[in-house]
């Protein structure tokens, strides 16, 4: 069948893609590849994959094109679904013949509601979704794909059993040569990557149990599942001469560093290659590993801190100690190996007081760079069941999102309002960034590079907007 994969158009600026951990608009703008679409693109001949917002696509141009498929592929979250079912409504308005449903972590937790939320969506298909839409693609019967949910011709909706996890990852292909074929990496940029930078898994699943992370516990799964180092490096080699602008590799397993063997074994043969390249870690990899991998092209790690209090640490489930936490860290500095430090306001135990122990532990270890999010309880999550059976989420207010796509604080505890959790990422943005060494370090920056001083004053444009829109009331 002639498929189109769609990230459809939603808020100006909204990071819809799946290798986003959360669906808002950012701080800075900023795209993270639409890889989870792209994979599955890379498994159907012929097929089209569409990123919408970071190319600047509008529905009426889509529409144009909607009489070129048989179907449709569009992937979804929860923050964007209703928009996104107007768009596959009007896909098939534009083509009545058109079959058209969903991939994503919304459609993989909640099938049954999501088909009931409107007639025009045919299917979703759940969890590791890839291999469901090829077979779809090929034009099996329906009642015989796995992982399957639809609208049989009587309107009944169905549930087929569900599809054995993917073992073998070296059956994925590239989607890389997607990238290459639909995409501009340009209009990827992400704040603290070189640019431009091309990002794609080596892996899936986590081991970790983090109770907000969306991604193993609704489609990837805690089992980390890895490709073999030489299909991770024989993409690389094809991208180094598929992209030969980008400055930057990125790998966007969940935690790349989790199987030490295999991380020191693809630094080693990416050092042969010359190229510079970041990835996900937590923050107990260990310094021997650090060096192999600075010494091998390594330039940055994006480390999920999320919290400088243990109890909250513990409340999450995170597996990690404040003072392992500090000593990867020093060791990081000592190494030369930029960080870029993720925190989340607003976790389970969050209090006036943990919140200020966290703004100093940043301020004290002092990644390169970092982002501050609001803790987002998605459905399928274990964070969301708790918060609902608690009390902290009010289900008629349970938006993620506000009207521009901004995130905003959905949850809140008896000794801690939305408002109080909402404002205290703009000091701590503030706190963290307003220091005379930090303005210092970034001016360094900018001097050493006329094209950095052209990006980071973009971003800091952008940056003092988003403080000033940040004043105005959160819910």
Request: glycine residues 6%.
């Amino acid at each position: 069948m002639r498929t189109l994969f769609l990230q459809a158009p939603s808020y100006d600026g909204f990071d819809g893609g799946a290798g986003s951990r959360y669906q808002a608009r950012r701080e800075i703008r900023s795209f993270w590849y639409p890889t989870w679409l792209a994979q599955t693109a890379a498994l159907v001949p012929n097929s089209k994959l569409i990123d919408s917002i970071p190319h600047g696509i509008r529905m009426p141009e889509i529409l144009r094109q909607a009489g070129e498929y048989d179907l449709a592929v569009l992937h979804t979250s929860s923050p964007s679904f209703p928009d996104d079912v107007k768009a596959l409504a009007a896909l098939k308005g534009a083509n009545p013949r058109l079959k058209a449903g969903f991939v994503g972590a919304k459609v993989a937790v909640q099938p049954d509601e999501s088909l009931k939320y409107s007639d025009a969506i045919d299917f979703v298909a759940r969890n590791e979704f890839d291999f469901t839409i090829k077979e779809l693609a090929e034009g099996r019967d329906w009642s015989e794909i796995d992982g399957l949910s639809f609208r049989d011709a009587q309107g009944q909706i169905v549930h087929n059993k569900e599809r054995a996890t993917l073992e073998n990852m070296d059956a994925l292909p590239f989607v890389t040569e997607v990238y290459r074929r639909d995409l501009a990496i340009e209009k990827y940029f992400i704040g603290y990557l070189k640019h431009p930078y091309v990002s794609f898994y080596t892996g899936r699943g986590c081991k970790s149990r983090c109770t907000f992370c969306l991604w193993p516990q609704t489609v990837g799964g805690h089992r980390y599942r890895t490709r073999s180092v030489g299909h991770v490096i024989d993409e690389i080699r094809y991208a180094v001469k598929a992209f030969p602008q980008v400055q930057e590799f990125f790998f966007d397993d969940d935690t790349f560093t989790d199987d030490v063997a295999r991380t020191e074994a693809i630094a080693k043969e990416l050092g042969k290659l010359g190229v510079t390249w970041s990835c996900n870690a937590k923050a107990n990899v260990r310094r021997e590993t650090l060096k192999v991998m600075r010494d091998n092209g390594l330039r940055l790690l994006l480390v999920g801190y999320e919290s400088g209090n243990q109890k909250i640490l513990h409340n999450i489930k995170k597996g990690m100690l404040v003072d392992v936490a500090r000593r990867f860290t020093k060791d990081c500095h000592e190494l030369g190996i930029a960080i870029h430090g993720t925190f989340i306001l607003g976790l389970p135990g969050e209090t006036k007081e943990t919140i200020e122990e966290t703004i100093r532990f940043a301020t004290e270890i002092n990644p390169h760079t970092i982002q501050v999010s609001l803790a987002a309880p998605y459905p399928g999550t274990f964070l969301y069941k708790q918060a609902v059976e608690n009390g902290w989420l009010d289900l008629k207010n349970a938006e993620l999102i506000d009207e521009r796509g901004v995130q905003i604080a959905p949850l809140h505890y008896p000794n801690l309002s939305h408002s109080e959790i909402f404002h205290s990422m703009e000091d701590f943005y503030r706190r963290f960034y307003f220091r005379a060494p930090k303005i210092a370090a970034i001016v360094g920056e900018m001097i050493k590079s006329p094209q950095m001083m052209k990006r980071r004053l973009r971003e800091g444009i952008e940056f003092f907007a988003f403080l000033r829109a940040h004043r105005e009331p959160a819910h």
